[in-house]
Every structure is written in structure tokens, then in C-alpha cells.
């Protein structure tokens, strides 16, 4: 998730992506309120939890220019994926 191009970026793992984007996009409270961070970027499907977990781990650990590497890789505008990924 990020706020804009170079901006804010936040990194989670959810088994529901859809019902999770969604939340962030309604800044009820936390990060997503705080940082205005409601544009899914970038993300990763994983057939089992712990995979995804260890990738989130993985990149949480990664610098912020490689962060910015993957979004850029598949999404070089930085556009918001969610509504595609809603079926909108």
C-alpha cells in the first residue's frame, strides 16, 4: 500500500486482499489514517499463509530502493490496482 508515487509504503500480509485493501481505503484508524496509505500498488499471491508470511518478512527486511524496484517492476505509474482486483 502506499499514499503516493515515493511516498508513504506499507507492507502486510492478509488472506483476504480485497476485504484488507478495502479497510485501509476507509482510514478508520491506525496507519492507514494517520499516513493516508490507500493505494494498492503491489502485490503477491501465495497458496499458504506461511509462505506469505515469510515473503512479508522478507521484504520488511529489504531497503526501501528495492521496494520501490518491485512496485516499479510491474507497476511503473504507481496506479491504484485495487480497482481492477475489485472486478471495478
Same mark, same amino acid.
Given at each position: ?6 511516498? %508513504?509504503?506499507?507492507?502486510? %500480509?492478509?488472506?483476504?486482499? =480485497?476485504? *484488507?485493501?478495502?479497510?485501509? &481505503?476507509? !482510514?478508520?484508524?491506525? +496507519?492507514s489514517? *494517520?499516513?493516508?496509505?490507500? !493505494?494498492? %500498488?503491489? +502485490? ?14 522478507? =521484504?520488511?527486511?529489504?531497503? *526501501?530502493? &528495492?521496494? =520501490?524496484?518491485? =512496485? ?6 504507481? &496506479?491504484?490496482? +485495487? ?6
Amino acid at each position: 500500500m502506499a499514499n503516493r508515487k515515493d511516498g %508513504v509504503l506499507y507492507t502486510g %500480509v492478509t488472506s483476504d486482499l =480485497i476485504g *484488507r485493501t478495502w479497510q485501509h &481505503r476507509q !482510514k478508520a484508524s491506525g +496507519f492507514s489514517a *494517520r499516513y493516508r496509505c490507500d !493505494k494498492l %500498488v503491489w +502485490f503477491e499471491i501465495y497458496d499458504d499463509m506461511l509462505s506469505a508470511i515469510a515473503r512479508e518478512k522478507q =521484504i520488511k527486511a529489504g531497503s *526501501r530502493a &528495492r521496494k =520501490i524496484a518491485l =512496485i516499479e517492476a510491474k507497476n511503473p505509474g504507481w &496506479r491504484d490496482l +485495487f480497482p481492477e482486483l475489485a472486478g471495478g
